[in-house]
């Protein structure tokens, strides 16, 4: 990013463009030429079979694999690599020309596995990982892979097993052995790609422990990260592809590394707590010294800062912010001259926002050629191509991948995610902020069924579900499409999504008012929103249930013992019950240092705040609980284990709550099988329209 860009930006960063020229719309995958962009916008196929205007889509409809589930255009934009599921159900990557005389070959497919990511190395070849389906993965059913746009040399780079020996044999397979992953490409002119393993520590927790460049061709490894900082979260290179930030995260502290260039020795130019509001996130970093980092300096929400590596000094004005979002930047980085050229945010929605002006132009044209969209170009060497691929979504929209020649002003589309789901027949998403009891303002999606105008006055008091969102310190929904809230919306229900205290994407104060606060004042939130939307008349208040996963399946039961009065039920999936369990199960996935370090602020130390940790677990008080529960879990659980469940069911039975469980015997913290996912809306249907009947 060069200083004149940085500097030069301000007061026109945030201006829309001029319209640019018109843009007339082909259609392509066989499809018939379409004269008007609005059908090239449309969906690819029809309906799923039974789906009317008076009768909703399938479960199914929701939570089937993408038809195209991504799409990565080449650094020059000649060609683009697609990820497609084929009729039997694999993920597979094929490669299309693009421009006249377009084709389309499959450089990757297996019977038993499917491809999960892919990328350019450069114009001519590509690197892509594939993994067997289900929750648990054998050794040697996974790994990563490297073939040229035209399916030729073909080579195996990572293996997911422990060893590259063949027993007996002094013989070695070829490849990197388990532990190692792609980090990123360098379009540098040469054949190499980013690699970086991951290890443990002594207590079994997760680290990043070395990058190197890896040649697709040969196999090569070169290290780049020999004698840099241990416990690495984060690695920045200079234009040379060179290692000089490390971000690290120990023992409670979070610390910023730099090697200066000429010199062998790491300078810490920032040690802060690793909970703490001036926690830096470091994103890439300037000839000069400058490391462009997302952070606060002094701001609740974060921005992209200018960050002086030998004073320790922000320059005084951010680069980019939101009022009331945190920035939660992806660069858009130029592949070939390595600079900054925008950046993709979100705040109600999705958003870009270009350091060029002439892609700031072309995102212009998409969006006029596309209203009512949210538009995301992606490009490799952006600032001299021609060619994007937009993905192009709205709120009913699920989602559609499109290919802009900038040349020809023409835009094409090259497949929709799920073109099985109507538009029309999805509800509409809106965006408000709530005020709670104690004055803290909290954001709510609020989704509506399909044919019910988000601003209709009088609006319809409809029956409501609460779907809270996991985590809990994530954000939630904004104005996308979302398949779980659509799913339900289509049911006839309106749906709240309310990103709760201690929820991320809304600024320090925001997160912060959540600590410690699980079975408190973060169910309060959920009441409030409740009694918001009753009093705005979009909500039936006798007519009220909750539906979550993880924490939000948490929440669901926690809810139904801190506010009976105001749900009628409550859906748990993979829900913690036991929050002394997260400290001490017999299994699980919770590092050793989240034990430690991060969990005892944000929810309670389990000596300090044992009677807190007991009064705000759903298990400790089930005999409270005088709604019905819907239980869910899969058997492969290592986030929230099946105890958690178990243990739950157990004593509910033994206070006679009426309880309904469903579990799976080869799902873990989320489906991985379309068929169970399927079965548990389903059975969450039949639940809802039994217990929010009139």
Known sequence: MPRSVIHGRSGRVFRLG???????????????????????????????????????????????????????????????????????????????????????????????????????????????????????????????????????????????????????????????????FVWGTLDDGSDDILVYRRTTDGSGDGMLGALARLNTRTGGLTTLSSGAPPFATHWVLDAQRQLRVVATTRDGRSRLHWKKPGTDSWTVVVDEPALDAGVLTPRYLENDGTLIVEGRNGRDTTALLALDLASGKFEPEPLVALAGFDIAAALETDSQTRQVV??????????????????????????????????????????????????????????????????????QALGARLPWVAPAQQGRRSFHRVTARDGLVLPVVVTHPPGVAPDAQPATALPTVVLVHGGPWLRGGDLGWSGQAQFLATRGYRVLEVDFRGSDGYGWRHFQAGWKQWGGAMQDDLADAVAWAAKEGLTQPARVCLVGSSYGGYAALMSLIRHPETYRCGVSFAGVTDIGLLYNARWGDLSEQGKRFSMPTLVGDPKADADLLKTSSPLARVAEIRRPVLLAWGLLDVRVPPEHAERFVKAARAADVKIETLSWGEEGHGFSSVANHADYLRRMETFLARELAP
């Open 18 to 180: 001029r319209l640019g020229p018109r843009i007339v719309a082909w259609a392509l995958w066989g499809l018939a030429c379409a004269g008007q962009l609005a059908a090239a916008a449309t969906p690819s196929a029809a309906p799923a079979t039974g789906a009317s205007k008076n009768t909703p889509p399938p479960a199914e409809s929701f939570v089937r694999s993408p038809q195209l589930v991504m799409a990565q255009i080449s650094p020059s934009g000649q060609r683009v690599a697609l990820i497609v599921t084929t009729p039997a159900g694999r993920r597979v990557v094929a490669v299309r020309t693009l421009g006249e005389g377009a084709t389309t070959k499959t450089v990757g497919v297996f019977s038993d596995a499917d491809v999960n990511q892919v990328r350019w190395v450069n114009d001519e070849r590509l690197v892509f990982d594939a993994f067997q389906p289900g929750v648990q993965i054998v050794e040697g059913g996974a790994g990563t892979f490297a073939v040229n746009h035209d399916g030729s040399d073909y080579r195996e780079l990572i293996a997911w097993r422990q060893s590259n020996d063949i027993l007996g044999s002094r013989i070695q397979r070829r490849g990197l052995p388990y532990g190692w």
């Open 342 to 411: 925008g950046v993709h945010t979100r705040a109600s929605r999705p958003a870009s926002v270009w350091f060029d002006e002439r892609l700031q132009g072309i995102q212009a044209a998409v969006d006029a050629a596309l209203p009512g969209r949210f538009n995301r170009l992606h490009c490799g060497r952006c600032q001299s191509t021609q060619h994007f691929v937009v993905f192009s979504q709205s709120d009913q929209h699920p989602g559609e991948f499109l290919h802009y020649d900038h040349a020809q002003r023409r835009l």
